[in-house]
């Protein structure tokens, strides 16, 4: 039995604006879009970040785990649809995601104990290592994660192409670092940011004063698909929003869990005829975005028929 018993605390990267140069000791992982987790492989235990068993929902990561000894591993939930990463896929029960066309896979990235042994104070080159090693005998669902010393190889992570995959940019990890549980600068997150235009559907707060905005982007199929809720808007933009939005007739709503943003949030539903730029995630064309787009400036030059239709 693995000397570690859930739960277990994990690492928690800081935010940063550009990848560390390699000569200071770091190597370079693609940061994926998905849910956080730590496998307890041979007990068929999958803990959530928030220190919840995952196990029911994710069966076929529970089961699949058994086959890579008793260890536990720290990576990432991440479901596969559409041959892209789609964040939203994961809330798919188990038993409807073969008919969505929805694959979930476990990519780990750090080993963390193996049989009796605690690795959490090893380097990470050395926990990387073993991991290799326990996950050459991993199957699908199981992957095991790119990880690179060359940063002109992980600069390739931070494509638009690569974005319209699912890899929302980097994690940096420093070689010679333990593996020291909560928030550390020893791991450091890299988001590939882009300039969108979407249409607003709707406003959080009074009309007469927008507070934040719900957006939406055009799909292949011609519909309008949420991508979140935006950050408060500033003051400036809050009047100029005011004089383009027209209340549809229809009561104040909630955003529905699967819109992310502020879960619960009430706004009132918009004629959809109004486009803003935003800056947000790269994976924003894939509608998996979690973190809230902030407002730039309106587009009063553009409708929504001019915005070019996004991959769903």
């Known amino acids: 039995m693995a000397v570690l018993r859930p739960p277990v605390g994990l690492v928690l990267a800081r935010e940063a604006r550009e990848l560390p140069a390699p000569g200071s000791g770091w190597v370079y992982e693609p940061k ?5 987790a730590a496998l307890f492989a041979a007990d068929g235990i999958v803990q959530s970040r928030r220190n919840n068993d995952l196990a ?52 780990g990235f750090d080993l963390l104990a193996q049989g009796g042994e605690d690795l959490r104070a090893a380097p990470h080159v050395v926990r990387r290592q073993r991991l290799v090693h326990v996950f050459s005998s991993a199957v699908p669902p199981l992957q095991l994660a790119p990880s690179t010393g060359d940063l002109a190889l992980a600069a390739q992570w931070m494509r638009p192409e690569v974005a319209d995959l699912g890899i929302e940019g980097v994690v940096a990890k420093r070689c010679r670092s333990p593996y020291q549980a909560g928030r550390t600068g020893d791991w450091v997150k890299i988001r590939q940011k882009v300039m969108v235009d979407a249409v607003v559907v709707g406003v ?25 809720l935006s950050l408060p808007l500033p003051p400036q933009l809050r009047d100029q929003t005011a004089a383009w939005v027209r209340p549809t007739g229809e009561p104040r709503r909630r955003l529905p869990t699967t819109v992310l943003g502020h879960r619960g949030t009430e706004y009132q539903p918009v004629e959809p005829t109004l486009v803003v730029e935003a800056e947000a995630e790269a994976t924003v064309v894939t509608f998996s975005s979690r973190l809230r787009p902030r407002i730039h400036r309106l587009r009063a030059d553009l409708v929504p028929s001019d915005l070019p239709p996004a991959p769903r």
């Open 32 to 36: 994926f879009d998905g849910w956080r």
């Open 204 to 228: 959080a707060g009074p009309v007469a004063r927008p507070e934040a905005l719900v957006l939406a982007r055009p799909c292949t199929d011609g519909a309008l698909h949420p991508i979140g």
């Open 56 to 107: 029911r929902r994710f069966p076929e990561i529970a089961a699949a785990a058994r086959v890579v000894g008793d260890v536990v591993v720290d990576g990432e939930l991440v479901a596969l649809r559409d041959g892209r990463l789609d964040f939203g896929s994961l809330a798919v029960m188990p038993r409807a995601r073969v008919e969505a066309g929805v694959i979930v896979y476990f990519i």
